[in-house]
């Protein structure tokens, strides 16, 4: 069983909790396959990241990534939580903004933002954008301009970094879509012309090298390169940045052989290196953000299917099957990311068949879990994939027409519908017919 499910979390007749409510009651009552998400876990998580920051003793800002997983009901605990957040998208900030999430809180990032959400993010007033690349900069300056509008800005910058991760997840190498490039001088012209704007209020610079880090290493190379640029803007371009925003991608514990590093260890280390740059070069230290999206969502949320069909391929493998997969959860398919598995409703029978857990959909690399040591399965069983928290609702699709799961909040022993199941009539709501 994984490590990471205390007794406390288990009803005596074995039944899995999450948030104090008992998983098989989720299933009865509001159908798998289904996420749910102890909301404890996240709101620790955040007073976590605070209380190092505190203890440091330097300003900060904790900017929530609601591409991991960005529903109305997460902004309005996010916002409850008093911390900032980002998006990428039109539709992201309509979600924040519907929730009553705080415009001036909000920073908007994007390798190819639209006019349209250009448009929106000065129509709402929204806290900063951070630039991506010099036609992102022209439409600011024309759009401020014709508007009259100011708006705090940032430009992310690729400090050429890598990351070690995977690489479709990696993105603080100088080969990537993101970002103006450190080394030819790029982000230098930004600059330049960012000063030169007049609607334009340059806070700083910020960068992202990718996400499920294991190490300090890249974080502190980061921000040693990133120091070192602000320090340089401040000498040859008389601009003293006050924000240096470090992105998010600490790396968090999906299976017993992963041993990430506790956040305080990542944090600290960018803070110290921060700090000891701006005393050494006599730059003011500037205020510290970072964008974490997984570490605070990720261990929070378990989903849950309904066991069906097994097959047995005898001496090679035994396959269950559940009644979700890609279309809930696309990770394993995209990035073959490992996940635990446990039966929620056989918690105290021993582990002693393994298995393979099979999606419904009509892919071979359709699956969930390899080799997964679970109690004998049968059909009906409740099946729950833990740490699923991140980027699974989120990147939820429609795929072969199946309508996406239901998402539960659970706290304290009660559960609450934060997102509908929905319906096959949903999934022709916007298909007109030929004739
Ligand atoms: C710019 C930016 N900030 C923050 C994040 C959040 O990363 P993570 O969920 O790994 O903390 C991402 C995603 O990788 C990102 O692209
Ligand atoms: N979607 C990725 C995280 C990186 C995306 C954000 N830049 C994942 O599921 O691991």
Known sequence: ?????????????????????DTTKLASEYGTPLYAYDISIIRNQITHFKTIFEKADVKYQISYASKAFAILAMYQLINKENIHCDVVSEGELYTAKQAGFPMDKVSFHGNNKSVQELTM???????CIIIDNFYELDLLKQLTQERQQ???????????????????????????????????????????????????????????IGSQIFATAGFVGAAEKMMDLLIHWQADFDFTATVLNLGGGFGIQYTDDEKPLAPEVFI??????????????????????????????????????????????????????????????????????????VLANKMNEPATHKVSVAGKYCESGDMLAWDQILPTTTAGDLLAVLDTGAYGYSMASNYNRNPRPAVV???????????????????????LPLE
């Open 268 to 341: 600290t280390s960018i803070i110290e290196e921060v700090k000891q740059l701006s005393a050494t070069n006599n730059f003011p230290c500037p205020e510290i953000w970072i964008e974490p999206g997984r570490s605070i969502v990720g261990s929070a949320g378990i989903s849950l299917y309904t066991v069906g069909s097994q097959k047995t391929i005898p001496n090679v493998r035994d396959y269950v099957a559940v009644d979700g997969g890609m279309g809930d959860n696309i990770r394993p398919a995209l990035y073959e990311a490992k996940y635990e598995t």
């Open 409 to 431: 909040f659970c706290d304290e022993g009660e559960s609450k519908l934060v997102v509908n199941r929905e319906t096959t009539e949903d999934l022709i709501k916007l298909d």
């Open 150 to 208: 100011s708006i705090n800005v940032m430009i992310r910058v690729t400090p050429g970094i890598s990351a070690h991760t995977h690489e479709y997840i990696s993105t603080g190498q100088e080969d990537s879509k993101f970002g103006f490039d450190l080394n030819s001088g790029q982000a230098d012209k930004a600059l330049e012309q960012i000063l030169a704007a007049p609607y334009l209020k340059m806070l700083g610079a910020h960068c992202h």
């Open 121 to 127: 993010a000065l129509d709402q007033k929204i806290g």
């Open 1 to 21: 069983m994984s490590t990471q499910i205390t007794e406390h979390q288990i009803t005596n007749d074995g039944h899995l909790l999450i948030g104090g409510v």
